[in-house]
């Protein structure tokens, strides 16, 4: 406001007048509390929970003879350990019991289910907002650090504990410290052949797995509004891998297009009116963030990771560095590179297209552009496990299960499946995986496995040539 | 949750940054319905060979260590998944204190409400304390929650940052939901302040 209109108003500058932004409006809108020490008591709108991380508080519930606060904020589904392998056969004896167990607990709490028989089961990340359960200015929360990925809709979303989802179980509300608000500026387009999953790998490899720790990144700038919302949330799912809380991408068309209609949002005149609140929860102009960070997108290649951990990648046609500290050689003794040596050509045992990141329809048809006309290199294992039933669904619909099968892919159920490896979908040790998922952590896929993160096109890529490559190189053609 | 005031104890060494939740506790132990028993798997992958024996040179398998209660590492400690196995696995172990000079946000506050005090110190200053824990059984560390204080074996205090209200809680043994429930009345006026003001948030519906 400039000091001319402040006048006229005849009051003190409050803190209403303050630029705010996105994050701060987000926070305001859910304080229920503040506690003595600064800390608020902040009101959670949508809750997910899965099986994974979820027994332990509702034991915990019985226990104090507590029960759920609002099962009308809550949405329960499986999706960690289930088998994908098509017919779900082969559940191991203890994933099968923490299944039954989430079933029990959802019955005797009360709580809204997906069973997994049920064609809208899948992954949390992706079917919170495929459903629209998950809304612009909500603040979602689930027992995963990958809860980020909602931030694509504006709502400020983030991974729990399995104590902090007792207590949002018991009372909606959490305990928080409010973070820190950065702002990664991504001026200029992106490249053909560039996706947001390469943006999510460069900025991480500029900023490091700790860049953003205690800060919530809210992403801003010509290429994060070009993204469609699939892009905006594999890039928000990623903001962990920076170490921050959250990820945020401000609501505008695009986000309001994608949630009209969607089951689980509100509807006709309802809608209307979430969009008008909507409109008003953009960062002003002149809002001030603790941090900034100004990516060109022109400097982003198609990347791949080299080492075991998500800051340690390159561009397709960089290299593993030469001089490395002592964690970077012994990330380079585990995945059998030598520094200096780049990662292209490397050959690959295993193809993973699916996860929170990259296993929307999409990243799909991604795959299958790549893929068509094309066959699984000799000796390779391509699974594409699809992020939901509806994702599934959908692929079929569109012919894509077809086209990948013929060209020798896995087409399986839904879930989380070689991400983490939990269920059987694992690698094996010394197993070379090109994976779209997230995390390259030492044995993340299975133990002795050796993960390079890529986006799907380029993990297609891999699939058809048996080696790591620049897709670019292959030529994409376009689906019929 | 237990309640942490002082703790005299084996500091074991653990000179890697970024040691993620993946390597505390791997997935596959993730299938269990309950809190305890994870120790046995904390670092499976470091701790044990594939056939299941022993690393020998892994640190907490060394003799001087297999009773460590404080645990000193490298930057951004617990990053990656937001396990709180991760905490669990460290608990049941035995460890009660990790110091690194920097944790990763999620482990940061599922370590708090386990009991489990996570300790933010310089690196220069981990380096030293990496040394006394160096000397094994022969050296012990005090952590001195009350007065916020790391207590070296020669008998240097180096005094460290904690949460107010964290450090309130664990010093008391107490649980974040009972604290939170005598703001009950504040939490139902907000939700009936909302279905006023934001009548078009649906309620998921029954399925
Ligand atoms: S797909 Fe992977 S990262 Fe996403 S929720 Fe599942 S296990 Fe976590």
Redesign the interface.
Known sequence: MNPMTQSLFDKPQTLFDKPQTLFDKLWAAHV??T?P?G?A?L?I??HLVHE??S??AF?GLRA?G?KVR??????AVAD??VPTSPGRVGA?A??V??LK?LEENVAAFGV????ID?PRQGIVHVIGPELG?S?PG?TIVC???H?STHGALGALAF??????V??VL????L?Q?K?KAMRITVKGRLSPGVTAKDLALHIIAEIG??GG??CVIEYAGEAVRALDMAGRMTLCNMSIEA?A?AGLVAPDETTFAYVRGRP???QGE??D??VA?WRTLPSDPGARFDREVVVAAADVAPMVTWGT?PEEGAPINGGVPNVVTA?EE?ALEYMALRPGQGVAGAQIDVVFIGSCTNGRIEDIREVARVARGRSVAEGVRALVVPGSGLVKAQAEAEGLDRILIDAGFEWREAGCSMC???NPD?LT?GQRCASTSN?N????QG??GRTHLMSPAMAAAAAVTGRIVDVRELGVRELA | MDAFTTLTAVAAPLP???V?T??II???F??????SGLGTHLFD?LRYA?DGSERPEFVLNQPAYRKAEILIAH??FG???????A?WALLDFGIRCVIAP?F???FH??AL??GILPIALPRAVCDALMQDAAMGGNARITVDLERQVVIRPSGEEISFAV???RRHFLLNGL???G???Q??A??TA??QA?AAT??????????
């Not at chain 1, 991974?159 to 902090?164: A, D, K, L, M, V």
């Not at chain 2, 990053?79 to 196995?85: I, L, V």
């Not at chain 2, 934001?198 to 399925?207: D, G, L, R």
């Open positions: 229920v509390e506690l020490d800390a008591i009101f709108d949508r994974v991380t027994p332990q034991e104090a507590r609002r099962p009308d904020c809550t949405l960690h350990n191991e203890d994933s019991l923490q167990t809204p289910y997906i069973p049920d359960a809304l909500m027992g995963d650090s809860t991974g729990i504990g399995t104590s902090e007792e207590h018991a009372t909606q509300t305990i410290s973070p797995t700790a720790t205690g170490g809380r689980m949002a509100p309802a809608f009116a979430a609140y951990s964690d012994r983490l490896g939990m694992r040790p995390r952590f030492e044995g993340r133990p002795g | 890697a940054a970024n993620d993946d390597k791997p997935a596959r993730l299938k269990t319905i309950k809190r992958g594939p930057e951004n990053c990656g998944s937001s396990r709180e196995h905490a920097s990763a946000d999620i506050g599922n409400k386990n949460d107010p209200m649980d974040d939901i604290q939170t429930l703001h009950e504040s939490i907000f939700e909302r934001q009548p078009w948030i649906p309620a998921i519906p029954v399925i």
